[in-house]
């Protein structure tokens, strides 16, 4: 392999493959990205055998070929290399990679691109274009409620089901529920109900970044794998087997009592109470009490430690039905308040022991569609 490409071109390449490269390997070689020229182009591929990346990078082929390098190496070497050309040179059987650029002259061990595993290419099955800045949203909206422990594997992930023209997220840990909508140019093919990996999706939002150009999404027809696919990368993933919880009756259809505030308001104060709500195993107390006489309502906020003390915070709300109380983990409370923005937020609750439901609402508190956010309460003595 003998290959030329832009310092700046590559470097960029192995940072958006790197996302995939496992941690701890369990086999060497998925510690190494893969290099190997393809269609006058230089591809790059890493995988931890869940979730597979691909990049293309523009670069002058004079002889093709292929070769693995450790990928934390190559990549802190790259970044560090001066905005020039970068001459890539390895021997037909692969084990040394050879690297030029301007006045550095360096060589890395490198290991049999045979070994490399094959990462799938999904050309068949039912695919959906999104555009990437509405896909974007929906996942930094849900991702985050997924559980992290594998107890039950279904709830690592994210349960992707359509509706023709519509596409529902929703993840859940068995403490909260977060639902969001995606509407679709058109709909599928047929219908789609999988369960993608919450790891997956972070990675596929941060690597999508600002970038307008559409993403496609495909599923293989024994789906078992899901391709996502844009500007000259691709990412593939193992799907999660099993059925996901019917989450619908999660969400209460009446409440007794209805709050809106601002978010940002809402936002700050949670922050303050979760500093001393840290030392007094994470509880904020909320209380909402209606307005009288044409006054606004009152949202407090509270937190208290018995060895560090305590915090109250007072907004001015709009308060619907009877006044109630209900405490919340800080960190469930602060994770679902920061994927809001700014604006007007809604919640609704039937009793301080049952579910609380946030939902973002217009200024006129018209509940905006799309998304709805499900916390179960903490039990407190008052």
Same mark, same amino acid.
């Given at each position: 392999m003998k290959v030329q490409v832009l310092q @700046?071109?590559?470097q960029r390449g192995l940072a958006i493959v790197g996302r995939a490269v496992a941690t701890r390997a369990t086999i060497p070689i998925i510690? &190494?990205?893969l290099l190997q020229t393809e269609e006058g182009k230089l591809r790059l591929a890493a995988t931890d055998l869940d979730i597979s990346i691909v990049a293309w990078?523009?670069?002058?082929?004079? @002889?093709?070929g292929a070769t693995?390098?450790?990928a934390r190496l190559i990549n802190d070497f790259v970044a560090n290399l001066p905005a020039a050309t970068v001459s890539l040179e390895a021997p037909a059987s692969g084990r040394q990679l050879r690297i030029e650029c301007a006045r550095n002259d360096s060589t890395i061990n490198a290991m049999d691109p045979a070994d490399f595993p094959r990462i799938a290419e999904i050309r068949d099955g039912v695919a959906v274009k999104f555009d990437p800045k509405a896909l974007k949203r929906a996942i930094e909206r849900v991702e985050f409620a997924a559980a992290t422990d594998d107890s039950r594997p279904v709830l690592t992930g994210v349960h992707l089901k359509s509706d023709g023209p519509r596409l529902t997220l929703a993840a859940a840990d068995g403490f909260r529920l977060a639902v969001a909508d995606i509407q679709l140019e058109e709909s599928p093919a047929e219908a789609i109900e999988v369960i993608v990996p919450a790891r997956a999706l972070r990675e596929l939002s941060r690597l999508i970044g600002d970038s307008n150009l559409p993403v496609e999404m495909r599923i293989n027809p024994q789906r078992s794998q899901v391709l996502f696919e844009w500007d000259e990368v691709q990412m593939v993933a193992q799907l999660i087997q099993g059925t996901f919880p019917n989450y619908n009756q999660l969400i209460p259809a009446q409440f007794n009592t209805r709050m809106i505030v601002d978010v940002d308001e809402f936002k700050r104060e949670a922050r303050i109470a979760a500093i001393f709500a840290r030392d007094?195993?994470?509880i904020i107390r909320?209380?909402?009490t209606p307005g009288e006489g044409g006054m606004p309502g009152q949202l407090t906020i509270s937190a208290r430690a018995d060895e560090v003390?305590? &915090?109250e915070g007072k907004l001015d709300a709009l308060v619907e039905g009877d006044a109630s109380r209900i405490a919340f983990n800080s960190r469930y409370l602060q994770d679902v308040l920061n994927v809001l923005g700014s604006?007007?937020?809604?919640l609704e609750m039937t009793s301080p022991s049952a579910q609380g439901v946030f939902r973002p609402v217009d200024e006129n508190g018209v509940p905006e569609p799309g998304y709805v956010h499900v916390v179960m309460p903490m039990f407190v003595q008052w």
């Open positions: @700046e071109n590559l510690s &190494n990205v990078v523009g670069a002058k082929v004079d @002889e093709p693995t390098v450790p007094g195993s994470g909320l209380i909402m003390g305590g &915090n604006g007007r937020v809604a």
